[in-house]
Protein backbone atom coordinates (compact mmCIF):
# COMPACT_ATOMS: atom_id res chain seq x y z
CA UNK A 1 0.00 0.00 0.00
CA UNK A 2 1.49 3.45 -0.80
CA UNK A 3 1.51 6.56 0.97
CA UNK A 4 -1.08 7.87 -1.86
CA UNK A 5 -3.64 4.61 -1.34
CA UNK A 6 -2.68 2.90 -3.78
CA UNK A 7 -2.66 -0.98 -3.48
CA UNK A 8 0.23 -2.93 -5.40
CA UNK A 9 -0.75 -6.74 -6.42
CA UNK A 10 2.43 -7.70 -5.21
CA UNK A 11 4.65 -6.95 -2.13
CA UNK A 12 8.44 -7.59 -2.83
CA UNK A 13 11.30 -7.38 0.00
CA UNK A 14 14.59 -7.09 -1.08
CA UNK A 15 17.07 -8.63 1.69
CA UNK A 16 20.34 -6.72 1.24
CA UNK A 17 21.87 -6.71 4.66
CA UNK A 18 24.94 -9.07 5.52
CA UNK A 19 24.25 -11.20 8.75
CA UNK A 20 21.59 -8.94 9.47
CA UNK A 21 17.69 -9.52 8.72
CA UNK A 22 15.49 -6.08 9.85
CA UNK A 23 13.58 -6.90 13.51
CA UNK A 24 11.07 -6.03 11.66
CA UNK A 25 11.21 -9.10 9.31
CA UNK A 26 11.90 -11.48 12.61
CA UNK A 27 8.75 -9.86 14.35
CA UNK A 28 6.72 -10.64 11.35
CA UNK A 29 7.77 -14.32 11.41
CA UNK A 30 8.97 -14.49 7.91
CA UNK A 31 12.45 -15.30 9.07
CA UNK A 32 13.00 -18.09 12.40
CA UNK A 33 16.72 -17.36 12.42
CA UNK A 34 17.07 -13.53 14.11
CA UNK A 35 19.53 -11.73 12.44
CA UNK A 36 20.64 -14.62 9.75
CA UNK A 37 18.48 -15.27 6.93
CA UNK A 38 14.81 -15.54 5.75
CA UNK A 39 13.69 -19.07 3.91
CA UNK A 40 12.70 -18.80 0.37
CA UNK A 41 11.47 -21.37 -2.06
CA UNK A 42 13.34 -22.24 -5.81
CA UNK A 43 10.59 -22.07 -8.05
CA UNK A 44 10.18 -18.37 -6.71
CA UNK A 45 12.23 -17.04 -4.20
CA UNK A 46 9.13 -16.26 -2.31
CA UNK A 47 8.78 -16.46 1.74
CA UNK A 48 6.19 -18.32 3.73
CA UNK A 49 4.28 -15.16 3.40
CA UNK A 50 2.40 -15.25 -0.53
CA UNK A 51 3.36 -12.97 -2.88
CA UNK A 52 6.67 -11.33 -0.69
CA UNK A 53 10.26 -12.27 -1.90
CA UNK A 54 13.67 -12.51 -0.24
CA UNK A 55 16.71 -12.01 -2.61
CA UNK A 56 20.15 -11.73 -2.01
CA UNK A 57 22.33 -12.59 1.23
CA UNK A 58 19.51 -13.00 3.51
CA UNK A 59 18.00 -15.63 1.00
CA UNK A 60 18.11 -18.65 1.99
CA UNK A 61 17.07 -21.19 -0.70
CA UNK A 62 17.36 -24.69 -2.06
CA UNK A 63 21.03 -24.67 -4.60
CA UNK A 64 20.97 -27.34 -7.07
CA UNK A 65 24.81 -26.89 -7.04
CA UNK A 66 25.16 -27.17 -3.72
CA UNK A 67 22.84 -31.08 -4.20
CA UNK A 68 19.60 -29.11 -3.17
CA UNK A 69 20.89 -27.98 0.27
CA UNK A 70 19.40 -24.44 1.40
CA UNK A 71 22.28 -22.07 1.40
CA UNK A 72 22.80 -18.51 1.29
CA UNK A 73 25.04 -16.73 -1.32
CA UNK A 74 27.04 -13.13 -0.41
CA UNK A 75 27.75 -12.11 -3.67
CA UNK A 76 26.78 -9.36 -6.23
CA UNK A 77 25.77 -12.59 -8.88
CA UNK A 78 23.51 -14.62 -7.12
CA UNK A 79 21.55 -11.17 -6.16
CA UNK A 80 21.48 -9.64 -9.42
CA UNK A 81 20.40 -13.64 -10.72
CA UNK A 82 17.78 -13.66 -7.80
CA UNK A 83 16.50 -10.38 -8.90
CA UNK A 84 15.33 -11.89 -12.75
CA UNK A 85 13.95 -15.14 -11.31
CA UNK A 86 11.62 -12.49 -8.99
CA UNK A 87 10.87 -10.42 -11.79
CA UNK A 88 9.83 -13.51 -13.64
CA UNK A 89 7.55 -15.09 -10.71
CA UNK A 90 5.93 -11.88 -10.55
CA UNK A 91 5.13 -11.55 -14.49
CA UNK A 92 4.00 -15.17 -13.99
CA UNK A 93 6.92 -16.50 -15.98
CA UNK A 94 8.57 -18.33 -13.19
CA UNK A 95 11.83 -20.92 -13.49
CA UNK A 96 13.74 -22.02 -10.84
CA UNK A 97 17.04 -20.44 -10.03
CA UNK A 98 19.42 -21.87 -11.40
CA UNK A 99 22.87 -19.76 -11.67
CA UNK A 100 25.98 -20.75 -11.52
CA UNK A 101 27.28 -19.29 -8.55
CA UNK A 102 30.47 -17.37 -9.04
CA UNK A 103 32.50 -15.23 -7.14
CA UNK A 104 35.83 -12.45 -7.77
CA UNK A 105 38.25 -11.00 -5.77
CA UNK A 106 41.32 -8.87 -6.36
CA UNK A 107 44.32 -9.63 -3.95
CA UNK A 108 47.15 -7.15 -4.84
CA UNK A 109 48.24 -8.59 -8.26
CA UNK A 110 46.17 -11.85 -8.25
CA UNK A 111 43.11 -11.68 -9.97
CA UNK A 112 40.68 -14.76 -7.89
CA UNK A 113 37.74 -15.94 -9.68
CA UNK A 114 35.63 -19.26 -8.58
CA UNK A 115 32.68 -20.21 -10.06
CA UNK A 116 30.55 -23.77 -8.29
CA UNK A 117 30.53 -24.76 -5.18
CA UNK A 118 33.33 -27.21 -4.13
CA UNK A 119 32.18 -28.79 -0.86
CA UNK A 120 31.94 -32.13 -1.25
CA UNK A 121 34.67 -32.87 -3.81
CA UNK A 122 36.59 -36.13 -4.30
CA UNK A 123 39.67 -34.91 -6.61
CA UNK A 124 41.55 -31.86 -7.42
CA UNK A 125 43.17 -31.19 -11.00
CA UNK A 126 45.68 -28.02 -10.99
CA UNK A 127 45.82 -26.44 -14.52
CA UNK A 128 49.16 -24.70 -14.84
CA UNK A 129 52.35 -23.79 -12.77
CA UNK A 130 51.33 -22.63 -9.36
CA UNK A 131 54.94 -20.40 -9.69
CA UNK A 132 53.82 -18.95 -12.42
CA UNK A 133 50.79 -17.07 -10.59
CA UNK A 134 48.43 -18.18 -13.08
CA UNK A 135 46.92 -21.13 -13.16
CA UNK A 136 43.49 -22.99 -12.19
CA UNK A 137 42.13 -25.68 -9.70
CA UNK A 138 39.11 -27.94 -11.24
CA UNK A 139 37.55 -29.74 -8.47
CA UNK A 140 35.40 -33.07 -9.30
CA UNK A 141 33.46 -35.02 -7.67
CA UNK A 142 32.92 -38.76 -9.84
CA UNK A 143 34.63 -37.37 -12.46
CA UNK A 144 31.82 -34.13 -12.40
CA UNK A 145 33.13 -30.75 -12.65
CA UNK A 146 31.20 -29.26 -9.66
CA UNK A 147 33.91 -25.65 -9.14
CA UNK A 148 37.03 -23.95 -10.57
CA UNK A 149 39.50 -21.80 -8.67
CA UNK A 150 41.46 -19.44 -11.18
CA UNK A 151 44.34 -17.51 -10.64
CA UNK A 152 45.26 -14.56 -13.28
CA UNK A 153 43.59 -16.72 -15.58
CA UNK A 154 40.23 -15.44 -16.99
CA UNK A 155 40.38 -17.45 -19.80
CA UNK A 156 39.99 -20.08 -18.30
CA UNK A 157 37.53 -19.10 -15.56
CA UNK A 158 35.27 -18.33 -18.81
CA UNK A 159 35.37 -22.01 -19.90
CA UNK A 160 34.85 -22.98 -16.40
CA UNK A 161 31.75 -21.19 -16.06
CA UNK A 162 30.23 -23.09 -19.37
CA UNK A 163 31.40 -26.58 -18.19
CA UNK A 164 30.52 -26.84 -14.43
CA UNK A 165 27.19 -25.15 -15.70
CA UNK A 166 26.92 -28.16 -18.11
CA UNK A 167 28.13 -30.67 -15.48
CA UNK A 168 30.49 -31.84 -17.60
CA UNK A 169 32.93 -35.05 -17.13
CA UNK A 170 36.30 -34.43 -17.20
CA UNK A 171 38.82 -36.74 -17.52
CA UNK A 172 41.65 -35.48 -15.24
CA UNK A 173 44.66 -36.16 -17.59
CA UNK A 174 42.80 -33.53 -20.16
CA UNK A 175 42.66 -31.23 -17.68
CA UNK A 176 46.02 -31.14 -16.91
CA UNK A 177 46.70 -31.26 -20.84
CA UNK A 178 47.55 -27.18 -21.60
CA UNK A 179 47.31 -27.99 -25.45
CA UNK A 180 43.99 -28.66 -24.65
CA UNK A 181 41.38 -26.17 -25.05
CA UNK A 182 38.64 -26.38 -22.79
CA UNK A 183 36.38 -23.80 -24.75
CA UNK A 184 35.87 -26.84 -27.40
CA UNK A 185 34.55 -29.29 -24.73
CA UNK A 186 31.45 -28.70 -24.42
CA UNK A 187 30.99 -29.41 -27.64
CA UNK A 188 31.84 -32.78 -27.27
CA UNK A 189 29.84 -35.86 -25.42
CA UNK A 190 29.93 -36.27 -22.30
CA UNK A 191 32.35 -39.53 -22.45
CA UNK A 192 35.27 -38.34 -20.36
CA UNK A 193 37.67 -41.06 -22.64
CA UNK A 194 35.97 -39.98 -25.93
CA UNK A 195 36.15 -36.47 -25.19
CA UNK A 196 40.21 -36.43 -24.13
CA UNK A 197 40.55 -38.65 -27.19
CA UNK A 198 38.83 -36.67 -29.63
CA UNK A 199 40.13 -33.52 -28.06
CA UNK A 200 44.55 -34.73 -28.28
CA UNK A 201 43.15 -36.09 -32.35
CA UNK A 202 41.95 -32.75 -33.11
CA UNK A 203 45.05 -30.84 -31.59
CA UNK A 204 47.17 -33.39 -33.73
CA UNK A 205 45.12 -32.68 -36.59
CA UNK A 206 45.92 -28.86 -36.17
CA UNK A 207 49.37 -29.64 -36.14
CA UNK A 208 49.34 -31.45 -38.82
CA UNK A 209 47.33 -28.39 -40.81
CA UNK A 210 49.74 -25.62 -39.66
CA UNK A 211 53.08 -28.02 -40.37
CA UNK A 212 51.51 -28.68 -44.22
CA UNK A 213 50.99 -24.83 -44.28
CA UNK A 214 54.27 -24.14 -43.41
CA UNK A 215 56.00 -26.20 -45.56
CA UNK A 216 53.86 -25.40 -48.28
CA UNK A 217 55.10 -21.61 -47.54
CA UNK A 218 58.86 -22.51 -47.15
CA UNK A 219 58.45 -24.23 -50.95
CA UNK A 220 56.62 -21.46 -52.45
CA UNK A 221 59.55 -19.28 -51.24
CA UNK A 222 61.91 -21.56 -53.01
CA UNK A 223 60.15 -21.69 -55.80
CA UNK A 224 59.99 -17.48 -55.61
CA UNK A 225 63.44 -17.62 -54.96
CA UNK A 226 64.63 -19.29 -57.89
CA UNK A 227 62.96 -17.51 -60.22
CA UNK A 228 64.10 -14.31 -59.07
CA UNK A 229 67.80 -16.01 -59.28
CA UNK A 230 66.88 -16.86 -62.95
CA UNK A 231 65.79 -13.52 -63.79
CA UNK A 232 68.64 -12.09 -62.31
CA UNK A 233 70.88 -14.23 -64.47
CA UNK A 234 68.96 -13.50 -67.59
CA UNK A 235 69.36 -10.02 -66.52
CA UNK A 236 73.07 -10.20 -65.96
CA UNK A 237 73.23 -12.46 -69.12
CA UNK A 238 71.48 -9.39 -71.46
Known amino acids: LLSDGTELPYALFLGI???????????????SHPHEWVPVNKQTLETAFPDVYAIGDCAAHPNPYADGAVIRL?????????????????HDAAEPYD?????????????????????????????????????????????TLIAVDAINNPREFAHAKKLVAARAKLDPG??????????????????????????RERHRGDERHVGQERRLAKARQREDGARVEQALGVAHRD
Open 74 to 90: ESVQNANDQAGTVARAI
Open 17 to 31: PIHRVPQVVVDSGLS
Open 174 to 199: MLRDLTVDLGTVALLPEDPDRSAREL
Open 99 to 143: AVPWFWSNQYDLKLQTVGLSTGHDQVVVRGDPAARSFAAFYLRSG
